[in-house]
């Protein structure tokens, strides 16, 4: 009952004609082909939720948990249909910045290329978590917020869970659209609230773009241990952020030094590179997720001897999705058991004279990679041979191989993720199914100062 009077409150609050238009596009700077948003590691000093107190151990401890998670979801989003589960995120995330409504309040949003809805937490609350140093968004303060009515079934549809009337408040005659978003994980997180249209600012690097009428959750009951300010979904479903502007190409680039950790987003025809052996294709899904066709894994130039099919997009008897994806919000890249047993096995080959040490969070450590080999990750058509700095990390006194074995019990999506990313524009060409990864210089000279990040 308190669920439909707050909504109602809410629905009288936010009211205004509900009438939608197509999108509205301006761009400031025309002869500008792409336009660009800041990204902020959560735990770097530019970030509203900086904490001094959270340490570069918390920062892998969380890392190797989500990346964990992320896979574990990934390998169960058939049975996860049912009901909509949120991909699990963490204290470590990246951030992009953004500016909604009219006038425009600065917001922020996981940056995550492993979901498509967006959503933000909303005043009033039902239920609502501090967010970092930054307001809560008000929708009755903007003459741009627009709540979707449940007859509008093409928009009210682009929200997960969505549902309307009787099904959702004690009020059969409730007009507006709801979504309702869960966790199924420890870290639990939910959001719920009513489906809207808002006006949306990205501004970065001297250009700028408001697109109106994009689809997103205003959340009004919201749950978060980990206090994430919302999410901005990049996947490849039409409730993307980058669907809904209409643009095809989009690209992000992060650099990561000792405690600085910031990038960049750009969106348009300009943010992707389709140079002859810079890409590699995308392969169809129902899940709007980037699943790549990894066929191989070298070692200083020797193929290591992978069964056949490993990341093979497909199922098992089960019903479990099997393959192989790039994701934003997995902080390390996660490979099934055997092909991690595989590629270790070559990597000690290799630095047999060192005895190999292990860590709570990372199975093979040394304390010199002086000598290690050079990785390399092999796509169709696209060769993405790694920095030093981009396969270890540095742990305490050791380097650890910043690569996690996949648990049987954790699924069976294997995972290229952020620390692999590091250093590397990662851009995509959803008209043509396609992923750039370029590096954007040599790898760094320093490479131990790197490995800090």
Avoid at 23 to 44: G, M, Q, Y
Wanted: net charge negative; proline share 5%; charged share 15%.
């Amino acid at each position: 009952m308190m669920f439909s009077v707050m909504f109602l409150i809410i629905t009288l609050m936010n009211f205004v004609d509900q009438g939608l238009t197509s999108p509205i596009f301006s761009l400031n700077e025309p002869d500008k082909i792409v336009f660009s948003a800041p990204l902020i590691h959560r735990s770097s000093p530019e970030s509203p939720f900086y904490d001094p107190s959270y340490t570069r151990e918390h920062h892998i401890r969380d890392g190797v948990r989500t990346s964990v998670a992320r896979s574990r979801y990934f390998s169960q989003l058939m049975e996860f249909e049912k009901g909509y589960v949120a991909a699990p995120l963490s204290g470590w995330n990246l951030l992009m910045k953004f500016t909604m409504g009219t006038p425009g309040i600065s917001n922020y949003g996981v940056f995550d290329t492993g979901s498509s809805f967006t959503w933000v937490q909303c005043r009033p609350c039902i239920r609502c978590y501090k967010q970092g140093n930054f307001t809560i968004f008000s929708p009755q303060n903007s003459t741009s917020y627009r709540q979707v009515q449940c007859a509008d079934q093409k928009l009210c549809s682009m929200a997960p869970k969505h549902s309307c009337g009787s099904s959702t408040t004690s009020d059969p005659d409730f007009p507006f659209c709801v979504y309702n978003i869960s966790s199924s994980y420890k870290d639990t997180k939910t959001s719920r609230g009513v489906v809207a249209t808002e006006t949306i600012t990205l501004s970065g690097q001297n250009t700028s773009m408001t697109t109106g009428n994009v689809v997103f959750g205003c959340g009004h009951d919201n749950h978060d241990i980990n206090r994430n300010p919302g999410v901005v979904g990049l996947g490849n479903l039409s409730a993307s952020l980058i669907r809904q502007l209409t643009i095809s190409r989009f690209s992000h680039y992060v650099f990561a030094n000792k405690t600085q950790i910031r990038g960049i987003a750009h969106f348009g025809p300009g943010a992707f590179t389709s140079d002859p052996g810079m890409t590699t294709p995308l392969l169809p899904n129902d899940y709007g997720l980037y699943y790549l066709n990894l066929t191989g894994i070298s070692v200083d130039g020797s193929n290591v001897n992978l069964p056949n099919g490993i990341f093979q997009q497909s199922k098992d008897n089960n019903g479990t999705d099997i393959g192989f994806i790039i994701d934003s919000g997995a902080p390390y890249t996660m490979l099934q058991a055997e092909a991690f047993d595989i590629l270790a096995g070559s990597i000690m080959d290799v630095m047999n004279d060192q005895a190999p040490e292990s860590t709570s969070r990372f199975e093979l450590c040394y304390s010199d990679i002086s000598n290690a080999p050079e990785i390399g990750f092999h796509f169709n058509g696209l060769d993405y041979m790694l920095c030093d700095a981009n396969v270890w990390v540095k742990y305490y006194d050791l380097y650890c191989l910043a690569i996690i074995r996949l648990k049987e019990t954790e699924g069976k999506i294997s995972i290229l993720g952020f620390h692999q990313q590091r250093n590397v524009q990662i851009g995509y060409d959803l008209d043509n199914n396609l992923l750039s990864l370029v590096y954007s210089g040599a790898c760094p000279d320093d490479a131990v100062d790197f490995l800090q990040g």
